[in-house]
Protein backbone atom coordinates (compact mmCIF):
# COMPACT_ATOMS: atom_id res chain seq x y z
CA UNK A 1 0.00 0.00 0.00
CA UNK A 2 3.19 2.34 0.61
CA UNK A 3 3.88 1.74 -3.13
CA UNK A 4 0.82 2.82 -4.59
CA UNK A 5 0.77 5.67 -2.33
CA UNK A 6 -0.84 4.39 0.81
CA UNK A 7 -4.31 3.33 -0.35
CA UNK A 8 -5.72 0.83 -2.41
CA UNK A 9 -8.98 -1.45 -3.01
CA UNK A 10 -10.04 -4.70 -1.17
CA UNK A 11 -9.44 -6.43 -4.80
CA UNK A 12 -5.83 -4.88 -4.91
CA UNK A 13 -5.00 -6.44 -1.43
CA UNK A 14 -6.58 -9.80 -2.30
CA UNK A 15 -4.58 -9.83 -5.32
CA UNK A 16 -1.33 -10.37 -3.08
CA UNK A 17 -2.05 -10.93 0.41
CA UNK A 18 -4.90 -13.56 1.92
CA UNK A 19 -8.27 -12.49 3.46
CA UNK A 20 -7.26 -13.68 6.68
CA UNK A 21 -4.25 -10.88 6.64
CA UNK A 22 -6.22 -8.16 5.17
CA UNK A 23 -8.94 -8.80 7.74
CA UNK A 24 -6.45 -9.32 10.45
CA UNK A 25 -5.00 -5.88 9.26
CA UNK A 26 -8.21 -3.88 9.82
CA UNK A 27 -9.29 -5.10 13.03
CA UNK A 28 -5.64 -3.90 14.23
CA UNK A 29 -5.94 -0.68 12.84
CA UNK A 30 -3.15 -1.16 10.61
CA UNK A 31 -4.98 0.05 7.66
CA UNK A 32 -8.27 1.91 8.10
CA UNK A 33 -11.62 1.67 5.48
CA UNK A 34 -12.95 4.86 4.30
CA UNK A 35 -15.38 3.29 2.23
CA UNK A 36 -16.85 -0.39 1.58
CA UNK A 37 -13.46 -2.04 -0.28
CA UNK A 38 -11.28 1.10 -0.27
CA UNK A 39 -8.79 1.16 2.06
CA UNK A 40 -5.99 3.26 3.25
CA UNK A 41 -2.93 3.41 5.60
CA UNK A 42 -3.53 5.35 8.41
CA UNK A 43 -0.85 8.31 7.24
CA UNK A 44 -2.12 8.50 3.97
CA UNK A 45 -2.66 12.10 3.06
CA UNK A 46 -6.26 13.33 3.74
CA UNK A 47 -7.10 14.27 -0.03
CA UNK A 48 -5.63 10.58 -1.75
CA UNK A 49 -8.33 8.72 0.47
CA UNK A 50 -10.90 11.06 -0.11
CA UNK A 51 -10.55 10.52 -3.26
CA UNK A 52 -9.85 6.96 -3.59
CA UNK A 53 -13.10 6.41 -1.42
CA UNK A 54 -15.78 8.28 -3.53
CA UNK A 55 -13.88 7.41 -6.75
CA UNK A 56 -13.42 10.71 -7.37
CA UNK A 57 -10.17 12.95 -8.49
CA UNK A 58 -8.53 16.25 -6.02
CA UNK A 59 -8.82 19.63 -8.01
CA UNK A 60 -8.33 22.99 -7.33
CA UNK A 61 -5.63 23.81 -4.23
CA UNK A 62 -6.05 19.81 -3.40
CA UNK A 63 -4.58 18.70 -6.66
CA UNK A 64 -2.03 21.52 -6.72
CA UNK A 65 -0.26 19.93 -3.33
CA UNK A 66 -0.92 16.47 -5.23
CA UNK A 67 1.44 17.57 -8.17
CA UNK A 68 4.04 19.05 -5.50
CA UNK A 69 3.05 22.65 -5.83
CA UNK A 70 3.16 25.22 -2.92
CA UNK A 71 -0.75 26.70 -2.63
CA UNK A 72 -1.09 30.70 -0.91
CA UNK A 73 -4.27 28.77 1.62
CA UNK A 74 -3.77 25.22 2.52
CA UNK A 75 -7.69 24.08 1.95
CA UNK A 76 -9.50 22.95 5.30
CA UNK A 77 -11.15 20.00 3.46
CA UNK A 78 -9.99 18.46 0.14
CA UNK A 79 -11.18 19.56 -2.81
CA UNK A 80 -13.19 16.32 -4.68
CA UNK A 81 -14.23 16.64 -8.56
CA UNK A 82 -16.92 13.82 -8.93
CA UNK A 83 -19.06 12.78 -11.99
CA UNK A 84 -22.49 15.39 -12.87
CA UNK A 85 -24.47 12.31 -11.99
CA UNK A 86 -22.61 10.86 -9.33
CA UNK A 87 -24.98 10.81 -5.71
CA UNK A 88 -22.94 11.97 -2.98
CA UNK A 89 -24.43 11.28 0.94
CA UNK A 90 -24.39 14.02 3.34
CA UNK A 91 -22.01 12.66 5.11
CA UNK A 92 -19.50 13.15 2.22
CA UNK A 93 -20.16 16.85 1.85
CA UNK A 94 -19.30 17.11 5.50
CA UNK A 95 -15.40 15.89 4.92
CA UNK A 96 -14.63 17.67 1.47
CA UNK A 97 -15.35 19.98 -0.92
CA UNK A 98 -17.84 18.48 -3.86
CA UNK A 99 -17.25 19.93 -7.23
CA UNK A 100 -18.98 18.39 -10.68
CA UNK A 101 -17.71 17.88 -13.90
CA UNK A 102 -17.59 14.57 -16.18
CA UNK A 103 -13.46 14.19 -17.12
CA UNK A 104 -12.27 12.46 -19.94
CA UNK A 105 -9.10 10.77 -19.88
CA UNK A 106 -6.58 13.01 -20.49
CA UNK A 107 -8.17 15.62 -17.91
CA UNK A 108 -6.86 13.31 -14.68
CA UNK A 109 -3.66 11.96 -13.74
CA UNK A 110 -3.97 9.45 -11.37
CA UNK A 111 -6.41 10.56 -8.15
CA UNK A 112 -6.00 14.16 -9.36
CA UNK A 113 -6.77 16.58 -12.25
CA UNK A 114 -4.22 16.31 -14.93
CA UNK A 115 -1.73 19.50 -15.02
CA UNK A 116 -3.37 21.22 -17.46
CA UNK A 117 -6.56 21.25 -16.22
CA UNK A 118 -5.54 22.00 -12.98
CA UNK A 119 -3.49 25.15 -13.61
CA UNK A 120 -7.09 26.49 -15.05
CA UNK A 121 -9.53 25.25 -12.56
CA UNK A 122 -7.62 27.45 -10.29
CA UNK A 123 -6.95 30.03 -12.88
CA UNK A 124 -10.47 29.99 -13.52
CA UNK A 125 -11.96 29.59 -10.18
CA UNK A 126 -9.70 30.86 -7.48
CA UNK A 127 -9.31 34.30 -5.75
CA UNK A 128 -6.73 36.09 -8.06
CA UNK A 129 -3.66 35.41 -5.16
CA UNK A 130 -4.37 31.85 -5.10
CA UNK A 131 -4.62 31.48 -8.71
CA UNK A 132 -1.62 33.21 -8.93
CA UNK A 133 0.42 31.26 -6.46
CA UNK A 134 -0.49 28.05 -7.85
CA UNK A 135 0.52 29.42 -11.48
CA UNK A 136 4.01 30.59 -9.87
CA UNK A 137 4.82 27.25 -8.18
CA UNK A 138 3.56 25.33 -11.06
CA UNK A 139 6.93 27.09 -13.17
CA UNK A 140 8.78 26.94 -10.43
CA UNK A 141 8.71 22.85 -10.14
CA UNK A 142 9.17 22.52 -14.45
CA UNK A 143 5.50 23.46 -15.96
CA UNK A 144 6.95 24.66 -19.28
CA UNK A 145 5.63 28.26 -19.85
CA UNK A 146 4.56 26.85 -23.16
CA UNK A 147 1.82 24.55 -21.40
CA UNK A 148 0.71 27.57 -19.49
CA UNK A 149 0.21 28.94 -23.51
CA UNK A 150 -1.63 26.01 -24.18
CA UNK A 151 -3.72 26.15 -21.88
CA UNK A 152 -4.52 29.55 -22.02
CA UNK A 153 -5.25 29.25 -25.76
CA UNK A 154 -7.74 26.74 -25.12
CA UNK A 155 -9.82 28.06 -22.32
CA UNK A 156 -13.31 28.76 -23.23
CA UNK A 157 -16.89 29.56 -21.95
CA UNK A 158 -17.39 32.35 -18.57
CA UNK A 159 -13.68 33.43 -16.80
CA UNK A 160 -11.84 32.49 -20.15
CA UNK A 161 -10.34 35.81 -20.24
CA UNK A 162 -9.68 35.78 -16.94
CA UNK A 163 -7.45 32.57 -16.87
CA UNK A 164 -5.86 33.61 -20.03
CA UNK A 165 -4.30 36.61 -17.93
CA UNK A 166 -3.84 34.94 -14.31
CA UNK A 167 -1.43 32.47 -17.02
CA UNK A 168 -0.07 35.27 -19.05
CA UNK A 169 0.97 36.62 -15.45
CA UNK A 170 2.98 33.47 -13.65
CA UNK A 171 6.35 33.87 -13.28
CA UNK A 172 8.69 31.01 -12.28
CA UNK A 173 11.10 33.86 -10.42
CA UNK A 174 8.74 34.51 -7.55
CA UNK A 175 10.21 33.00 -4.63
CA UNK A 176 6.85 31.74 -2.93
CA UNK A 177 3.38 32.04 -2.38
CA UNK A 178 3.28 35.00 0.01
CA UNK A 179 4.92 36.99 -2.83
CA UNK A 180 2.73 35.90 -5.28
CA UNK A 181 -0.17 36.99 -3.31
CA UNK A 182 1.24 39.81 -2.66
CA UNK A 183 1.86 40.77 -6.17
CA UNK A 184 -1.69 39.33 -6.92
CA UNK A 185 -2.94 42.80 -5.52
CA UNK A 186 -0.14 44.69 -6.81
CA UNK A 187 -1.65 43.40 -10.41
CA UNK A 188 -4.61 45.38 -9.49
CA UNK A 189 -3.34 48.70 -9.03
CA UNK A 190 -3.35 50.78 -11.84
CA UNK A 191 -0.33 52.51 -12.85
CA UNK A 192 1.70 49.76 -11.08
CA UNK A 193 3.99 47.41 -12.54
CA UNK A 194 6.05 45.03 -10.36
CA UNK A 195 8.45 42.18 -11.37
CA UNK A 196 9.80 39.64 -9.29
CA UNK A 197 13.19 38.96 -7.38
CA UNK A 198 14.66 41.58 -10.35
CA UNK A 199 18.76 42.41 -9.42
CA UNK A 200 19.56 46.38 -8.84
CA UNK A 201 23.48 47.15 -8.64
CA UNK A 202 23.87 50.41 -6.97
CA UNK A 203 28.08 49.82 -7.17
CA UNK A 204 28.96 47.54 -5.42
CA UNK A 205 26.08 46.34 -3.65
CA UNK A 206 23.57 44.00 -5.03
CA UNK A 207 20.03 43.97 -4.10
CA UNK A 208 17.23 41.57 -5.06
CA UNK A 209 13.95 42.48 -3.58
CA UNK A 210 10.88 40.84 -4.19
CA UNK A 211 8.79 42.74 -6.27
CA UNK A 212 10.48 45.48 -8.16
CA UNK A 213 8.67 48.51 -10.38
CA UNK A 214 11.40 50.31 -12.11
CA UNK A 215 9.82 53.11 -14.14
CA UNK A 216 8.09 54.48 -10.44
CA UNK A 217 11.16 52.92 -8.63
CA UNK A 218 9.15 51.28 -6.16
CA UNK A 219 10.28 48.31 -4.01
CA UNK A 220 7.54 46.02 -2.32
CA UNK A 221 9.29 43.58 0.11
CA UNK A 222 6.86 40.63 1.40
CA UNK A 223 8.48 40.21 5.16
CA UNK A 224 7.92 37.57 7.39
CA UNK A 225 9.64 36.09 10.25
CA UNK A 226 10.52 33.05 8.38
CA UNK A 227 13.23 34.60 6.65
CA UNK A 228 13.86 37.85 8.67
CA UNK A 229 13.49 36.78 12.31
CA UNK A 230 16.95 37.08 13.70
CA UNK A 231 19.36 39.58 14.67
CA UNK A 232 21.87 39.51 11.50
CA UNK A 233 18.66 39.31 9.30
CA UNK A 234 17.34 42.26 11.06
CA UNK A 235 20.94 43.88 10.29
CA UNK A 236 21.35 42.76 6.87
CA UNK A 237 17.48 43.86 5.69
CA UNK A 238 18.58 47.27 7.69
CA UNK A 239 21.12 48.23 5.36
CA UNK A 240 19.54 46.72 2.22
CA UNK A 241 16.75 48.86 2.43
CA UNK A 242 18.73 52.04 3.59
CA UNK A 243 20.79 51.13 0.27
CA UNK A 244 17.57 51.51 -1.77
CA UNK A 245 15.94 54.22 -0.01
CA UNK A 246 19.56 56.35 -0.42
CA UNK A 247 19.83 55.30 -4.50
CA UNK A 248 15.95 57.07 -4.84
CA UNK A 249 13.64 53.99 -4.12
CA UNK A 250 10.13 54.11 -2.38
CA UNK A 251 10.66 50.81 -0.22
CA UNK A 252 7.25 49.40 1.09
CA UNK A 253 7.30 46.41 3.35
CA UNK A 254 4.35 44.34 3.66
CA UNK A 255 3.63 41.49 6.04
CA UNK A 256 2.02 38.14 5.89
CA UNK A 257 -1.10 39.15 8.01
CA UNK A 258 -0.65 42.45 5.52
CA UNK A 259 -1.36 39.84 2.19
CA UNK A 260 -3.63 37.46 4.23
CA UNK A 261 -5.92 39.43 6.24
CA UNK A 262 -5.60 43.07 4.97
CA UNK A 263 -5.34 43.65 1.48
CA UNK A 264 -7.66 46.41 1.18
CA UNK A 265 -4.60 48.20 3.33
CA UNK A 266 -2.20 47.05 0.80
CA UNK A 267 -4.05 48.24 -2.05
CA UNK A 268 -4.82 51.94 -0.63
CA UNK A 269 -0.95 52.28 0.40
CA UNK A 270 0.14 51.31 -3.18
CA UNK A 271 -2.65 53.53 -4.86
CA UNK A 272 -0.74 56.29 -2.81
CA UNK A 273 2.28 55.63 -3.64
CA UNK A 274 1.13 55.89 -7.39
CA UNK A 275 -0.80 59.00 -7.21
CA UNK A 276 2.34 60.53 -5.21
CA UNK A 277 4.73 59.23 -8.31
CA UNK A 278 1.57 60.73 -10.50
CA UNK A 279 1.32 64.21 -9.17
CA UNK A 280 5.98 64.59 -9.16
CA UNK A 281 5.96 63.52 -12.79
CA UNK A 282 8.16 61.09 -11.84
CA UNK A 283 8.27 57.82 -14.64
CA UNK A 284 12.22 58.18 -13.97
CA UNK A 285 14.76 56.43 -15.60
CA UNK A 286 16.45 53.49 -13.44
CA UNK A 287 18.06 55.98 -10.77
CA UNK A 288 21.89 56.31 -9.82
CA UNK A 289 23.06 55.07 -6.89
CA UNK A 290 25.39 57.88 -4.92
CA UNK A 291 29.03 57.68 -5.30
CA UNK A 292 31.15 55.48 -2.51
CA UNK A 293 32.71 58.03 0.00
CA UNK A 294 36.14 57.40 -1.03
CA UNK A 295 35.13 58.74 -4.58
CA UNK A 296 32.91 61.53 -3.31
CA UNK A 297 33.66 65.06 -4.45
CA UNK A 298 35.81 67.08 -2.46
CA UNK A 299 34.47 70.79 -1.97
Known amino acids: ?65 HHGWEVLRA ?11 RKVPPDVRRTVHVHR ?27 LDEALAVTDSALRHGVT ?3 LRRVARSARGAGAPRVRRVLASGSADAANPFESGLRAVALEVAGLSVQPQVQIEC ?18 EADSFAWHGGRAD ?10 LVAAGWTVLRFTWEDVMFDQDYIRRTLVSVVERARRRGEVAPLPQCPPPPSLARVP
Open 1 to 65: MAALGGIASRADLLGVLPRTEVDAALRQGRIVADRPGRYALPVADTGLRAAHAHRGVLCLTSAAL
Open 75 to 85: PDRPHLLLPER
Open 101 to 127: RDLHSDDRAGFATSVELTLEQCARHLD
Open 145 to 147: PST
Open 203 to 220: DSVVVRPDLVDRDLQVVL
Open 234 to 243: LVRDAHRYNT
